[in-house]
C-alpha cells in the first residue's frame, strides 16, 4: 500500500490570497497531490527534486513553506516511528503480559542437559566356516569405543554458584557423562552430587567461571537462578507455564496450561527406571520427551513442579509434575548434609478408600493396611523403624503425629516433613483375632505405637 506524506501544515506562513489567485494554488495542490497519490515514492521523489521551482511559484501567491530539507527529514522520522510502533507487540491481556514476562525472566535460568556415553563401535566382516571364499558368514566385531549422544533433558538452577534441580531418570547413568547447556549456548560439564530415593529429582552441579578484574583479583561468575513457590497451596485450575528441551532438540520451549488435578499416583517409567510416584501434579500445559526436570511455574515466576512425566496411551496433554516443596527439601538436605536423607518406617501397604472398606469388610475407610507385596515381600522391613516399633502385617494405620492419612493425604506426603531421627506417634487399628480366615468377623483394637524414624539407605 503506498502512503501519502504528512506534512505539518501548522509550519505553513499564510499571507493573504486573493481569489483568483486561491483558485489557481488550489488547482496546483491538488495535481501535486494526484502525482504523489499514483506516482509512490517516485512522485514524492520527484516533487522534490522540483521543489525549489514549485515553491518559487507558490510565492507569486505570496505563501512560503518550509525548507524541503525539514519536510524530508520529519516524513523519515514520523516512517521511522510507524514502523518502530507495528514491531513492538502489546500483550492483549494482563494474564498474556504475565507469561510473556515469567518467560523471559525465568529462561536463562533453565538449562538443557545432554547425556553422553563411551558406546561400542561395532564393524561387520564375513567369516568362510568351510576354509574357502564359497560360502561367508557375515559376523560382528567391535572395534574400539566412541562418544555418542544417548539421551537428553532439562534442569533449572537454583543457586548462583550452579546447583541445578533435574530429574533422577535424567542422570541415572552412573556411566554416563552429563553436559550443561546454557539459554545463552555456554557449555558447562555437570556433576551428580545426590539423586532422591523415593522421587524423582536430582541434584547436580556445574562450577561458574573465573575471571581476573583489573586489580589482578578473582571474580566468580553468579548464575540466574529460579525460586520455589510453595507447591501445598496450589488450585486446580491455576494457570501454569512449563519450560524445557523438548524432544531433546528445541531449547527453551514453551508451554502454557493449567493445573488439571492434584494429589495422583502413577507408575511411570523412563531411564530404565520404573517407580510409583505419589502426590504428584497433573497439568494440561504440553510435557513432551526432553522436558524432563524443567520447572513448572506459576505466574510470578515461581517453580511450583518438576515436570517429570506424561500419559501416552489415549492421553492428549495430560503431563504430571513432582510438587517444588520435595525439591526445595533434597536441595536444603544436599546444602547442609552433602546428601538427600529420607525418613523411612519401613513397611508396604495399600491406602484404604471406602471402596477398598466395602470390598474387603474393613472398619474405616481411611489410613494404610500393612501388607505383603505383590511378589510375597514382606509387608514389614527386617530391623526396620517399623519392626522395632512392633508393627505388624495386618494392622491399618489411621494417622502419622496426629495427621489423618487419606487419599489426598499420603504417606509419602506426611513423612517427607520429616527426618531421619524424628519419634513420632502412630494410631494404629490392630485385629484382636488375627488368625481368622474372614476378614469381616475380625475385631479391631485401637493402638498408640512410638516410632524413631530412620534414614533410607538404597
Not at 520404573?274 to 504428584?280: I, S
Not at 505388624?392 to 499420603?410: A, C, P, Q
Request: glycine residues 8%; charged residues 25%; aromatic residues 8%.
Amino acid at each position: 500500500m503506498y502512503e501519502i506524506p504528512k506534512f505539518n501544515l501548522s509550519k505553513l506562513r499564510r499571507k493573504p490570497v486573493n481569489g483568483k489567485k486561491f483558485k489557481t494554488l488550489r488547482i496546483l495542490i491538488l495535481c501535486i497531490f494526484v502525482s504523489s497519490l499514483f506516482g509512490g515514492a517516485a512522485g514524492i521523489a520527484s516533487g522534490l527534486y522540483f521543489y525549489n521551482e514549485i515553491k518559487e511559484h507558490l510565492s507569486d501567491f505570496n505563501i512560503e513553506i518550509p525548507d524541503a530539507k525539514i519536510i524530508e527529514k520529519e516524513t523519515i522520522i514520523e516512517k521511522a516511528v510507524e514502523k518502530a510502533v507495528e514491531k513492538e507487540y502489546i500483550p492483549q491481556t494482563s494474564v498474556e503480559e504475565k507469561i510473556i514476562k515469567v518467560v523471559e525472566e525465568s529462561s536463562p535460568a533453565v538449562v538443557s542437559i545432554i547425556i553422553t556415553k563411551d558406546v561400542p563401535v561395532m564393524e561387520k566382516f564375513y567369516y568362510s566356516p568351510f576354509g574357502d571364499n564359497f560360502l561367508q558368514v557375515p559376523q560382528y566385531r567391535q572395534k574400539g569405543t566412541q562418544k555418542q549422544k544417548i539421551g537428553g533433558g532439562t534442569g533449572f538452577i537454583v543457586s548462583e554458584n550452579g546447583m541445578i534441580i533435574t530429574n533422577k531418570h535424567v542422570v541415572l547413568d552412573d556411566a554416563a557423562d552429563y553436559t550443561v547447556f546454557t539459554n545463552d549456548g555456554a557449555q558447562y560439564s555437570a556433576k551428580v552430587l545426590a539423586k532422591d530415593t523415593i522421587q524423582d529429582i536430582a541434584v547436580i552441579k556445574i562450577e561458574p567461571d573465573k575471571n581476573v578484574n583489573n586489580t589482578g583479583g578473582i571474580t566468580i561468575d553468579k548464575f540466574p537462578m529460579l525460586e520455589f513457590g510453595d507447591s501445598s497451596s496450589l488450585q486446580i485450575g491455576q494457570t501454569v507455564i512449563a519450560i524445557g528441551n523438548a524432544l531433546g532438540e528445541f531449547r527453551n520451549t514453551v508451554s502454557v496450561g493449567v493445573i488439571s488435578g492434584l494429589g495422583r499416583t502413577i507408575t511411570a517409567s523412563g531411564g530404565g527406571l520404573v517407580e510409583t510416584l505419589e502426590d504428584v501434579i497433573q497439568t494440561d500445559a504440553a510435557i513432551n520427551k526432553g522436558n524432563s526436570g524443567g520447572p513448572l511455574l506459576n505466574l510470578r515466576g515461581q517453580v511450583i513442579g518438576i515436570n517429570t512425566a506424561v500419559a501416552q496411551a489415549g492421553a492428549e496433554n495430560i503431563g504430571f509434575a513432582i510438587p517444588a516443596n520435595c525439591a526445595k527439601k533434597d536441595l536444603q538436605d544436599v546444602q547442609k548434609y552433602g546428601r538427600i536423607k529420607k525418613a523411612f518406617l519401613g513397611v508396604r501397604y495399600a491406602l484404604l478408600t471406602e471402596a477398598a472398606k466395602q470390598q474387603y469388610d474393613l472398619p474405616v475407610d481411611y489410613g494404610i493396611l500393612v501388607v505383603k507385596g505383590s511378589s510375597g515381600e514382606q509387608a514389614i522391613a527386617p530391623n526396620s523403624p517399623a519392626d522395632k516399633a512392633g508393627l505388624r502385617e495386618g494392622d491399618i494405620i489411621l494417622e502419622f503425629n496426629n495427621e489423618k492419612i487419606t487419599l489426598d493425604n499420603s504417606l509419602v506426603k506426611i513423612i517427607l516433613k520429616y527426618n531421619p531421627g524424628d519419634t513420632i506417634k502412630l494410631k494404629i487399628l490392630r485385629p484382636e483375632n488375627p488368625d481368622e480366615k474372614k476378614q469381616k468377623d475380625r475385631h479391631y483394637k485401637e493402638k498408640t505405637i512410638w516410632v524413631m524414624l530412620d534414614e533410607r539407605v538404597e
